[in-house]
């Protein structure tokens, strides 16, 4: 397969101005810059393309439902705030390419005729942050940032914004908060940022591999983009890999891998003789998967069908010989510690779910502490504010749920079953 | 205190924005690295700046991770304790960084030239456990690595 959003990750550095454009760089801006916009969301239609950041959301749709007599100033804001626990795709694309990441963000801003954009950053990607402004800068000299882009007479500045942290300025309204200045909750909706956004404007937030994808779309239509799948999917993915496997990493594939050659070609397989037990297939946010669904496409309607969800399709396997508790509470605490403290099912429910985890796995469970905590994560989850409480509880309760009997052995036996037995 | 050149330069960034209160975490960003954490006076001159109140500012500096209201060592080593870290060894490295710095997580190591905090996930999963050591990136960490780390960190000067 012939790679596509990774063509250059093969350079030891990222390619400079003159080097993107030697390997066809920028030429899907001229290409769009001469488009219809409208012909070029039926484009993007046609490829089903669907938001990279975990949601899903399809790209033509959201970008109708927003509607091309939206009041100016709009804003396009590319989503950079990679957090999730397992997902380190992202990252690739702005370290070792930031010109692909300007030309997605400048084709997407003229498709929606867009006044400004931001690229949005987690603070802990200061480097990349750097580069990309680096980029940024030979981009503007050279007239493709900036005022009358190519001579076309459109407009689209573009700003990188490195944000100071927190995994919940990944969510699109906290996004928004953080952007303005102000503490990253998230807002209530309606409105949609589409409609009232950044400053009260239409604004559209995209994740960073949703977006660089569209300028190969535009240039080399959504027949070729369809073909690239596998499996009914479409396209290729940025998939990856970690956890307890031999060999975890990232690899550009056709979209719809199944999960057994993700896990056992790609990433070798769990070490040390260990069999698989589970696998989270989309990050620390979505249900377990067992070895049983390890021949299931990785794409969004597939993944969907077993109950879990694709997210943002960064696996992490789960080897026989880790206690499945003790990966709950390393999956846990990081939702612990990241919710933002708006709404009290969030800030007070997982750290009481914690303590009761803790207290299992240091043998001193109860009887009742199973069907506790499994009540409390029915309770939290649609009591919450925001989608981040439902995703600290997806992995707690379907954890909880397949790997029952150890939890129950824990009770029982007060103390760990697996400690010693390897 | 700032600069002209300095407060020039952050007026311009704010500007860049159509509120000024938008320019306020890189204003924060900006005061940390100069100061090393901020400070009750840094707030003061980010108020200024960004047209809020220090009220405001401490709002802001206590919700994001990155920034810093209490002094921190010369250099801030975030090991990150998610997932994929966490079952390459993170909490076994989070209590040698204790042992050897003598200074609880959070706290200024006692010649001042670190301060060991865990961190959420780094993007850095398939080089577990991974950490930050300031900006720079560190992957594949041992307890030997550490060592060599935190000795290496002693000679880093002030600023």
Redesign the interface.
């Known amino acids: 397969m012939e790679p596509v959003l990774s063509r250059n990750f093969h350079l030891s550095q990222p390619p400079g101005l003159a080097d993107y454009r030697a390997g066809g760089g920028y030429e899907a801006l001229k290409v769009a810059l001469g488009q219809d916009p409208e012909a070029m969301i039926e484009m993007v239609d046609k490829t089903g393309l669907r938001g990279y950041g975990g949601a899903g959301f399809p790209l033509a749709r959201k970008w109708r439902a927003r509607g091309s007599d939206a009041p100016h100033p709009r804003y396009l804001v590319m989503n950079v705030d990679?957090?999730?626990?397992?997902?380190?795709k992202?990252?690739q694309l702005l370290y070792r390419d930031p010109h692909q990441v300007i030309e997605a963000v400048l084709v997407t801003g003229f498709i929606e005729q867009a006044d400004h954009a931001y690229v949005f950053i987690r603070?802990?990607?200061?480097?990349g942050a750097r580069r990309l402004e680096q980029a940024v800068a030979e981009a503007r000299e050279a007239g493709l940032v900036g005022r009358n882009i190519l001579g076309s007479g459109f407009d689209l500045d573009l700003?990188v914004?490195?944000?100071?942290?927190?995994?919940i300025c990944g969510e699109e309204t906290a996004l928004l908060n953080?952007?303005?200045?102000?503490?990253?909750n998230p807002r209530s909706k309606p409105p949609m940022p589409f409609e009232k956004g950044l400053?009260g404007a239409p604004t559209l937030v995209h994740n960073i591999e949703t977006l660089c994808h569209v300028p190969h779309i535009v240039s080399r239509g959504p027949d070729w983009f369809n073909g690239q799948g596998v499996n009914g999917g479409h396209g290729t993915k940025l998939y990856?890999v970690?956890?307890?496997v031999k060999r975890?990493?990232?690899w550009e594939l056709p979209m719809g891998t199944t999960a057994r050659e993700l896990i056992y070609e790609h990433a070798g397989g769990p070490p040390n003789g260990q069999a698989l037990a589970a696998f989270l297939p989309g990050g620390?946010s979505t249900a377990f998967l067992l070895p049983e669904h390890l021949d299931t496409p990785m794409h969004f309607d597939a993944v969907a069908a077993t109950g879990s969800r694709f997210g943002t399709c960064?696996i992490?396997a789960l080897g026989s010989g880790?206690c499945p508790l003790d990966?709950l509470i390393?999956?846990h605490?990081?939702f612990v510690?990241?919710s933002?403290g708006f709404c009290t099912p969030c800030r007070d429910g997982l750290p009481y779910l914690h303590s009761l985890l803790e207290r299992v796995e240091a043998g001193q469970g109860r009887p009742g502490d199973l069907d506790l905590m499994l009540e409390l994560c029915a309770k939290i989850a649609p009591n919450s504010f925001c989608p981040f409480a439902p995703g600290a509880i997806t992995p707690l309760e379907s954890g909880l749920k397949v790997f029952a009997d150890v939890i129950q052995a824990h009770i029982e036996r007060g103390a760990c079953p697996y400690r010693g037995a390897h | 205190m700032l600069t002209d050149h300095e407060r020039s330069h952050l007026e311009e960034h704010i500007a860049r924005y159509p509120e000024k209160r938008a320019g306020a975490i890189y204003t924060l960003q900006f005061l940390q690295q100069k100061y090393g954490y901020l400070p009750d006076e840094a707030l003061a001159e980010a108020s200024g700046l960004c047209g809020l109140s220090v009220t405001q500012l401490d709002e802001l500096a206590t919700f994001y991770t990155l920034l810093l209201r209490r002094p921190a060592g010369r250099t801030v080593l975030r090991i990150c304790d998610s997932i994929a870290c966490h079952l390459a060894g993170a909490p076994a490295l989070l209590a040698e960084a204790q042992r050897l710095t003598g200074a609880p997580l959070g706290g200024v190591s006692e010649d001042g030239s670190v301060t060991v905090m865990p961190h959420v996930c780094l993007g850095l999963c398939d080089q577990a456990p991974a950490a930050l050591a300031g900006e720079r990136e560190l992957g594949k960490l041992d307890q030997a690595a550490l060592g060599k780390l935190l000795a290496s960190l002693k000679t880093v000067e002030e600023g």
Do not use: Q, V
């Open positions: 990679e957090t999730e626990p397992g997902s380190f992202d990252r603070g802990e990607y200061a480097e700003d914004h490195l944000s100071a942290g927190r995994y953080a952007l303005e200045g102000r503490r990253g400053w990856s970690c956890g307890e975890p990493g990232f620390a960064g992490i880790t990966f390393g999956i605490k990081f510690r990241e933002c």
